[in-house]
């Protein structure tokens, strides 16, 4: 058993597996644990989330179970690192213990654009647009009408929870943890100043890797050096 928990939430479309070798290059101090949201991977039988309050009821019980009253630090990419954010959050408003470290990928912000929330609305060909455009991916997956089929209905799903970030809660917030913010240098997604310093009253750093929005693949053992040096 390790002496934190690290509890790594998956980008919009995606299921646990994204974090799939990333163990290899933590340590036996820090507990990983990959959350599986419903609708895919283990849970492929469970109902997509429909709004917010559900993804916390959903999965705040597993984050008390799994912790065993230890210290825990939270991962999330993209659609992840939001909901991360939130649910660190509603932590902290409800008196509850909080993570002790935030690492968020792949988001310049908390706020969610117009055009953002509006991806839930996007046609089939629309939505596979953006799916290449953001990489992460392959184009034949993408071409497999089969694959289409079964991704398309997760990835609606993921975005209508993404239209549903209040900006105007965040704003009234601050989180007492430290943040560390990772981002690929040539997202297509990021093309705004990244900014989370007014997310928090502590500590706020960024790191730039080489790379498009799912730069995470690619730096797996940079990205866990990073996470030891600030919870360890």
């Known amino acids: 058993m390790g ?28 507990d990983f644990i990959p959350l599986e949201f419903a ?19 959903d999965l705040l019980p597993r984050i008390e179970y799994k912790s065993k009253n230890m210290p825990f630090a939270f991962l999330g990419h993209s659609l992840g690192a939001l909901i991360a954010y939130y649910l660190a959050l509603k932590l902290q408003d409800n008196n509850l213990t909080s993570p002790r470290h935030l690492f968020l990928s792949g988001r310049k912000n908390p706020v969610v654009s117009k055009k953002e929330s509006l991806y839930h609305k996007l046609r089939p060909y629309e939505m596979k647009d953006l799916l290449l455009k953001l990489g992460g991916t392959p184009k034949e997956l993408l071409d497999d009408d089969n694959f289409l089929g079964f991704i398309l209905p997760i990835i609606k799903a993921d975005f209508q929870l993404l239209s549903q970030f209040n900006i105007s809660y965040f704003k009234k917030k601050k989180l007492n943890c430290d943040i560390t ?3 690929g240098e040539d997202d297509n997604l990021i093309k705004e100043k990244i900014d989370w310093n007014y997310a928090t009253n502590s500590t706020c750093d960024y790191f730039l890797f080489n790379g498009g929005h799912f730069f995470i693949n690619d730096f797996k053992k940079e990205i866990a050096d990073i996470i030891k040096s600030k919870i360890l």
């Not at 002496?3 to 070798?21: D, E, Q, W």
């Not at 492929?44 to 989330?49: E, G, L, P």
Request: charged letters at 30%; proline letters at 2%; a negative charge.
């Open 3 to 30: 002496v934190i928990c690290l509890f790594a939430f998956p980008s919009a479309g995606s299921s646990k597996v994204m974090y799939k070798g990333f163990e290899k290059y933590l340590n036996d101090q820090i």
């Open 39 to 57: 609708g895919r991977g283990e849970r492929v039988k469970d109902d997509f989330f429909k709004n917010m309050d559900e993804v916390i009821e």
């Open 181 to 183: 913010v990772l981002n």
